[in-house]
């Protein structure tokens, strides 16, 4: 593993090992047991989106491993003003030890990956989140103990989210079924991977199909960062994949809730639901920090 670009690069094997180092580095920083597998390394961060997870667990998480990250936002870097990814890539390799990027064409990600000489981790593009399901998938199994036999739903927008968290939990051996409105449905590439799992995959656009006899139930938001301008249509369209209590009755009694965050409350889901599983999401949110600490071990550790 050179790279995590999207998790369909990634065997069951390799997202497993990631999973099992993050559970390892969660319990040693628990324990105040340290673990400074990179020292004197320095991660850049590419940022042309917002973040408040990624950005801040990257950071704080490259510090605990006893190296650095640089923050390097779209307005700073001269990419912002049109240097080709090409000559970045190049260039950076020559600086850093690795690279985070959040953008919006997945194309991008794979270009740096591709002319630099560096480890290339996907922080977001419009295609998927690849970091965020590593811990999505590592609280799942925190919380259920295993992935075989349970059955994961999302309830939305076919976007980044759904792509990674179909390929993330078919691969590890959970059934997944997604709920989306006509027009908003995942890529084409993730569908076409998806039919080799059989009835393990569903798409329908009733929610109370996809949700129903699930263990997690996952959502995201309605209009996604760069489709702000799509708001009003979104809600519209979207009017009805609202994880609320409807959607929980028809789960498994035990459900448990997912969510990338931010959440827009009584959007995608209600406030009473996500209060009740508040401690489960915010489980997620602190895994990133573990998940991605992970990944930048196996990437970037000598
Ligand atoms: N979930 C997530 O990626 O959050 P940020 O956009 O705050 O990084
Ligand atoms: N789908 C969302 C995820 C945010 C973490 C977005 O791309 O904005």
């Known amino acids: 593993m050179k790279h995590l670009l999207k ?42 989106k917002s973040s408040t997870r990624t950005r801040v667990s990257f950071e704080t998480g490259m510090y605990q491993l006893g190296g650095q990250a640089l ?26 030890d690795g690279i985070m990027i959040r953008t919006f064409e997945q194309k991008e990600v794979e270009d740096l990956a591709t002319y630099g000489s560096i480890p290339v981790i996907n922080g977001l593009t419009d295609y998927c989140h690849p970091c965020q399901i590593l811990a999505d998938l590592m609280t799942i199994r925190e919380y259920k103990g295993t992935f075989h036999g349970l059955k994961a739903c999302f309830i939305g927008d076919g976007n980044n989210m759904a792509n990674s968290l179909i390929v993330g939990c078919l691969k590890v ?17 993730v569908l076409e991977f998806a039919k080799q799992y059989g009835d393990k995959f569903v798409m329908t656009t009733d929610v109370l199909e996809a949700a129903k006899d699930a263990d997690v139930v996952i959502t ?36 448990m809730v997912q969510h990338c965050l931010p959440a827009h409350r009584e959007e995608e889901i209600t406030t009473k639901v ?13 895994n990133r920090l573990h998940a991605q600490k992970a990944v930048m071990v196996k990437l970037m550790k000598d």
Not at 22 to 37: N, S
Not at 226 to 252: I, P
């Open 220 to 255: 995201d938001v309605w209009a996604s960062m760069g489709q702000e301008d799509e708001k009003a249509k979104r809600e519209a369209a979207f009017a009805g994949y609202q994880v609320n209590d409807e959607v929980m009755a028809v789960a498994k009694p035990d459900a």
């Open 7 to 48: 998790l369909g690069d990634l065997s069951e094997k390799e997202i497993l090992e990631i999973l099992n180092l993050a559970d390892q580095l969660k319990y040693e920083r628990k324990h105040g047991i340290a673990h400074e597998h990179l020292k004197g390394k320095t991660l850049g961060m590419i940022f042309q």
């Open 173 to 189: 051996g959970m059934s997944f079924a997604i709920a989306c409105p006509k027009g908003y449905e995942p890529d084409a590439g």
């Open 71 to 96: 923050f390097l936002s779209n307005r700073d870097l001269q990419i912002g003003r049109g240097e080709p990814v090409q000559d970045t890539a190049r260039v950076l390799s020559r600086y850093l």
């Open 274 to 286: 996500f209060e009740a599983h508040a401690d489960e999401i915010f489980e997620e949110a602190e």
